[in-house]
């Protein structure tokens, strides 16, 4: 096992633990901005029954 293939073989996973990392990032957010949405529709929809 030489080092070239280490370090190729760390970058990959570390590519992967980016990818997954960002995924993550980009579903919470949109997690978040949907209920955001929802609870401004729900103001609204308060707002208007008054």
């Given at each position: ?23 993550m990032t980009v579903s919470g957010f ?21």
């Amino acid at each position: 096992m030489n080092s070239w293939s280490l370090l190729g073989n760390t970058s990959a996973e570390y590519k992967k633990f980016i990818g997954v990392t960002d995924l993550m990032t980009v579903s919470g957010f949109l997690i978040e901005t949907n209920a955001l949405k929802q609870g401004v529709l729900m103001k609204l929809a308060q707002l208007s029954c008054l």
